[in-house]
C-alpha cells in the first residue's frame, strides 16, 4: 500500500514564504502531484513533479526528491486567498489495472494571518 | 466555457435508498473519476474509466456502482449496501489516464444519509 505524510496544519504570514513538506512509502512511484482545496470547494491542479528537482509556477514551486522519498510545495509572497488545504498526491502504479492513479494524503490546512 | 457539473450541490437520503450522483464534463477528456472525502481527510478513489463502456473499481468500490454510456457523463450510483455513505462526493477528470497526474474537478455533491 502507500502512505503519505503532511503536517495537518500550518499558519504563515502574509507576505511571508511557506514550506508544506510531504513524506511518502509506496512501490511502483510515478510522480507527485499537489492540489490546493478552499473549504469546501473542488481541489485544483497546482504541480507535479516526476523528476528530482525543483518546478517553479508563477509564486508556487514544488520540489522532489525521490531518493528520499520527499516532496514540498513552496509559496512565496503569501496572500490572504492561499488560506486553503494542500494536498500532495503520489502517481502510482495500479497493478492490477495497468494504469497510473493518485493517493491523496489527509491534506495541510494553511491558515495566511495579516 | 469548459468544465466539470456535478448535481446536486447537497443531497439527502434516507438510509436504505440507492441514490444516483451526476457528473457530466463538456472538455472532451476521455478520463473520469469518482472520489470520495470525508472531514479532515484525503481523497478516496471510488472508481474510474479511461474510455466509453470501461471503468474499474478503485480504492474503496464496494457498495458504489458507475456506468460510462458517454464520454462526457459518469454518473455514480450509491447503494444501500455502502454502509458509510455520508460523505462529500467528487467527479474529476483528465485528458486521458497518462494525464491522471492533472485531474479537473467538478464542485462536488455533499451527500447526506439518515
Known amino acids: 500500500g502507500q502512505s503519505l505524510e503532511q503536517p495537518s496544519e500550518v499558519t504563515a504570514v502574509e507576505g511571508a514564504i511557506v514550506q508544506i513538506n510531504c513524506t511518502y512509502q509506496?512501490?511502483?512511484?510515478?510522480?507527485l502531484s499537489w492540489y490546493q482545496q478552499h473549504d469546501g470547494g473542488a481541489p485544483t491542479f497546482l504541480s507535479y513533479?516526476?523528476?528530482?528537482g525543483l518546478e517553479e509556477t508563477g509564486r508556487f514551486s514544488s520540489f522532489l526528491s525521490r531518493s528520499d522519498s520527499y516532496g514540498y510545495l513552496l509559496l512565496q509572497e503569501l496572500q490572504m486567498k492561499d488560506s486553503a488545504s494542500y494536498f500532495c498526491a503520489v502517481r502510482v502504479l495500479y497493478s492490477g489495472a495497468g494504469s497510473y492513479q493518485l493517493t491523496f494524503g489527509k491534506g495541510t490546512k494553511l491558515s495566511v494571518i495579516p | 466555457d469548459g468544465g466539470i457539473t456535478q448535481s446536486p450541490k447537497y443531497l439527502f437520503r434516507k438510509e436504505g435508498q440507492n441514490v444516483t450522483l451526476s457528473c457530466e464534463q463538456n472538455l472532451n477528456h476521455d478520463a473520469m473519476y469518482w472520489y470520495r472525502q470525508d472531514p479532515g481527510q484525503g481523497l478516496r478513489l471510488i472508481y474510474y474509466?479511461?474510455?466509453?463502456?470501461?471503468?474499474q473499481k478503485g480504492d474503496i468500490a464496494e457498495g458504489y456502482s458507475v456506468s460510462r454510456e458517454k464520454k462526457e457523463s459518469f454518473p455514480l450510483t450509491v447503494t444501500s449496501a455502502q454502509k458509510n455513505p455520508t460523505a462529500f462526493y467528487l467527479c474529476?477528470?483528465?485528458?486521458?489516464?497518462?494525464?491522471?497526474?492533472?485531474?479537473?474537478f467538478g464542485p462536488g455533491t455533499r451527500l447526506t444519509v439518515t
Open positions: 513533479n516526476a523528476l528530482d
Open positions: 474529476a477528470s483528465s485528458i486521458d489516464l497518462g494525464k491522471s497526474h492533472e485531474q479537473y
Open positions: 509506496t512501490s511502483g512511484f510515478y510522480g
Open positions: 474509466s479511461q474510455i466509453v463502456n470501461d471503468f
